[in-house]
């Protein structure tokens, strides 16, 4: 029984495999960004990273030949944004100790106007 040998190509590493996980990846990174980007309304930068290493093994030097192993090594790494940072507002006033300090309003902090005056109970629950 005879075997067919051809030059490796991308489509022939893993059988094939490793071009669907790239494609796999992609869709998955290109899902997740979207979803990020709609969430959090900000500009961002996601990215795919494919590596490809060819390594190899010399096993013997008979007769001036060069034998030994290659191996394909393949890496598919996705990087998406980070969590964009919090953003607190506060505003400085003369605490009950006499010493000046950050305020905000007892139902808690957001980027927001910290005097816009939400109504909340005594333990800063926000009353609706």
């Given at each position: 029984m005879a075997s067919n040998f051809i030059p490796v190509e991308l489509t022939n590493i893993e059988r094939g495999d490793f071009v669907a996980e790239i494609d796999?990846?992609?869709a998955e990174m290109a899902h997740d960004f979207v979803a990020?980007?709609?969430?959090?309304?900000?500009?961002?930068?996601?990215?795919?990273?494919v590596v490809v290493d060819i390594n190899f093994k010399?096993?013997?030097?008979?007769?001036?030949?060069?034998?030994?192993?290659?191996?394909?090594?393949?890496?598919?790494?996705?990087?998406?944004?980070n969590k964009p940072s919090g953003v607190t507002t506060a505003f400085?006033?003369?605490?009950?100790?006499?010493?000046?300090?950050?305020?905000?309003?007892?139902?808690?902090?957001?980027?927001g106007n910290p005097r816009q005056n939400i109504m909340a109970d005594e333990d800063g629950v926000v009353i609706e």
């Open positions: 796999k990846a992609f990020f980007v709609e969430k959090n309304q900000i500009s961002a930068k996601a990215s795919l990273s010399k096993t013997s030097d008979r007769n001036g030949s060069l034998e030994g192993n290659f191996g394909i090594i393949t890496k598919i790494n996705t990087k998406l944004p400085i006033a003369e605490g009950d100790n006499g010493k000046r300090t950050l305020f905000t309003q007892s139902a808690g902090t957001n980027s």
